[in-house]
DNA sequence: GCCAACGTTGGC
DNA sequence: GCCAACGTTGGC
């Protein structure tokens, strides 16, 4: 279950949050004081009410995509962190599974995300991206042509959502599972993909964040 | 390409 | 609403 080149596709159905969850509060810009944009109206931000949550309230996450072409329903699937970078921003449609989905619809704009390789010789930890747009419904889902088109997604009420992602860098150098795991029972013992596997969409946690990028920066001659 | 782990489906 | 059968994920 991963993002997918799509094939086109109109990018814009469907511009609005369905599930009313909408949140007033943006992710807080640190000190920054918040002009109010001409009108004095203007909602107040005061106070960053999530203090548990360092980086000014940001959110880290992990993302699967298989970055070699695999023949899925006739169609070729693929998506790497080169098609990424190419692209600048991306749909990351496709994602089927209910956990992964609602780990989707917490994400916030400007959410820092690893891009994970998964299906492949080396699978590991590629990249780095953030969110660019928020959870919106999945409309892969609705067009019968599409890898994973669900039936059972009604455009009325959809079932499927995905989030928009922007390429930010490569890691200095990857870092493979097999690396990760070796912390399996230390420092990354709590980590998703270490305990649940096959989730596709997961969180990670601010020192797993800052551990992988540690080790992204080390041995770092390849 | 095998297969373990785990998610989903559907009969009852 | 249990749970066996089935399907999928994804490392190896």
Redesign the pocket.
Known sequence: ??RTRSSGGSEKLIDDKLDGTKRAVAPLRAKVTKKARTSKSAVKIESNDTPEVPNHGASYWLL?AEPDTRIVKGHEVKFSIDDLKEMKVSPWDGV???EAKKNMQLMKKGDLAFFYH???KV?GIAGVMKVAKEAYPDYTAFDTNAVYYDPKSDKNNPKWFMVDVEYVRHLKRMVP??EI?EYAESELKDMALVR?????VAKVSPKEWDFILNLSEQKGEE
Do not use: F, V, W
């Open positions: 279950m991963a699967k089927r599974n209910h998964s299906n492949c699978p599972l097999t795991k649940r596997g096959r989730l596709s």
